[in-house]
């Protein structure tokens, strides 16, 4: 049976994003094949992952090629750094089945979610808000919402179960009241 995951901001590629973020990797080099084994240590190739955006800062042969080592069925929400930079223009649909800027997931038995790149302030209700984008810099919203940041950098640098990251953002009694 396969699984759902979520996950974003890899930034493959990206040099600057190990000092920006802290993040625990000796070179660019080392990062990129720490997040593909991480990738493909959790996603088996029957399951369903969905990127939330910010891919690679990598060009497009780069890109292309640590695409084509990820296990998963691919779908991509569009991040602010996939529509600019390298990446620009590649073909994102030779490697992910679908392409959103948003899109409202069911998934059965375990729950339903709103999916950006970027965190909302408000949503549809009944959903959960699933997000990339401030890769550990919580805003003052955080945590008061049925919300979770699925990035690398939130996420022990492993994509997350969707029933995992619904956990990870259910609100208590009195915080209900506020959604």
């Not at 970027?118 to 810099?137: A, D, K, V």
Request: neutral net charge.
């Amino acid at each position: 049976m396969s699984k759902t995951f979520l996950t974003s901001d890899t930034h493959f590629f990206h040099t600057n994003v190990i000092g920006f973020c802290n993040r625990p990797f000796g070179s660019v080099e080392h990062m990129n094949e720490q997040l593909i084994k991480g990738w493909n240590r959790v996603v088996g190739p029957e399951d369903h992952l969905w990127f939330l955006g910010d891919f690679s800062f990598g060009k497009i042969p780069e890109t292309e090629n640590v695409l084509s080592q990820l296990n998963g069925i691919k779908h991509l929400i569009t991040g602010n750094h996939d529509r600019k930079g390298r990446c620009e223009e590649l073909d994102w649909s030779k490697y992910f089945v679908t392409q959103h800027d948003y899109f409202r997931l069911k998934v059965p038995n375990e729950g339903k979610a709103v999916l950006c790149h970027f965190p909302f302030s408000s949503w549809e209700r009944g959903y959960h808000n699933f997000h990339g984008h401030l890769h550990t810099l919580h805003n003052d919203k955080q945590g008061k919402y049925m919300q979770h940041d699925v990035g690398v950098d939130n996420n022990n640098y492993y994509p997350i179960l969707f029933k995992d990251a619904m956990a990870k953002s259910v609100l208590n009694k009195e915080q209900v009241k506020l959604y």
